[in-house]
């Protein structure tokens, strides 16, 4: 996975380039989010189907991922602010997107699984 991130007056600009995407849950991309108030995600989906899809976070870097949210995309509630669609269930060639407060999290992980092995995924992300 290549990552590339880019700190600039607290706002952070990250991209995590084409990760390929298995049948089980591929981490799309992950990082630091302790200096910002929200976060949003976008990627966009080639090959094959997501059939998964889960936003993780943890409270401390020796802390576990915990799951914050692998359902409900559609409507979104707490922490999570809004979302393109249903997550879960993309289809090749479309795209997503999400917003959410991260309030006392330090980091951020986004997982994906594909309905068939070898989905492309690109991704992104900001936070301020």
């Known amino acids: 996975m290549t990552k590339r991130i880019q700190e600039s007056?607290?706002?952070?600009?990250?991209?995590?380039?084409?990760v390929?995407?298995?049948?089980?849950?591929?981490?799309l991309g992950q990082w630091a989010?302790?200096?910002d108030e929200?976060?949003?995600f976008?990627?966009?989906?080639?090959t094959q189907n997501l059939d998964q899809f889960e936003i993780q976070g943890?409270?401390?870097?020796?802390?576990?991922?915990?799951?914050?949210?692998?359902?409900?995309?559609?409507s979104p509630t707490g922490i999570l602010l809004g979302t393109s669609t249903d997550?879960?269930?993309?289809?090749?060639?479309?795209?997503?997107?999400?917003?959410?407060?991260q309030y006392g999290l330090h980091e951020i992980r986004v997982?994906?699984?594909?309905?068939?092995?070898?989905a492309l995924v690109t991704s992104y992300a900001r936070g301020h």
């Open 42 to 46: 976008s990627f966009s989906v080639t």
């Open 20 to 27: 390929t995407v298995a049948e089980t849950l591929t981490t």
């Open 33 to 35: 989010v302790h200096n």
């Open 9 to 18: 007056n607290n706002d952070l600009y990250a991209s995590f380039g084409e």
């Open 58 to 74: 943890r409270a401390h870097y020796d802390d576990s991922f915990q799951v914050l949210y692998n359902s409900g995309f559609g």
């Open 38 to 40: 929200r976060v949003y």
């Open 111 to 118: 997982q994906a699984a594909a309905a068939s092995a070898g």
């Open 87 to 101: 997550l879960a269930v993309l289809t090749a060639g479309s795209s997503g997107w999400f917003l959410m407060e």
